[in-house]
């Protein structure tokens, strides 16, 4: 069992930036591919970014490739989502997952944080 939980969401203005963090307990951290996925209101859970086991491959949504950056500190079982340049369309609550290979699908991933809500204003 993986107990995933997020953290860092909030409010910001559009063009600002907000850092998450997602502390993983309960099983070898390093053993686990791990991923964001976000979910606005009546639309589906959609993919963020996604990153190895090792930290050395990451995949991103076209959408947010050069804005979003994702990270892994696998000695404080951490990840990390650094987001820049946010736009309204960004809001969501944004959740963090394992899964046991990198992946894009939702039903790769077997754990699942709470979620951490992302508000962007204009």
């Known amino acids: 069992q993986v107990h995933l939980v997020e953290s860092g969401g909030g409010l910001v203005q559009a063009g600002g930036s907000l850092r998450l963090a997602c502390v993983a307990s309960?099983?070898?951290?390093?053993?686990?591919?791990m991923g964001w996925f976000r979910q606005a209101p009546g639309k589906e859970r959609e993919f963020v970014a996604a990153?190895?086991?090792?930290?050395?491959?990451?995949i991103y949504a076209d959408s947010m490739m050069g804005r979003f950056t994702i990270s892994r500190d696998n000695a404080e079982s951490t990840m990390y989502l650094q987001m820049n340049s946010l736009k309204p369309e960004d809001t969501a609550v944004y959740y963090c997952?394992?899964?046991?290979?990198?992946?894009?699908?939702?039903?790769?991933?077997?754990?699942w944080g709470q979620g951490t809500q992302v508000t962007v204003s204009s």
């Open positions: 309960g099983r070898t951290f390093s053993s686990l591919a």
């Open positions: 997952a394992a899964a046991s290979t990198l992946a894009r699908a939702v039903n790769s991933y077997y754990y």
């Open positions: 990153i190895s086991q090792s930290g050395r491959s990451t």
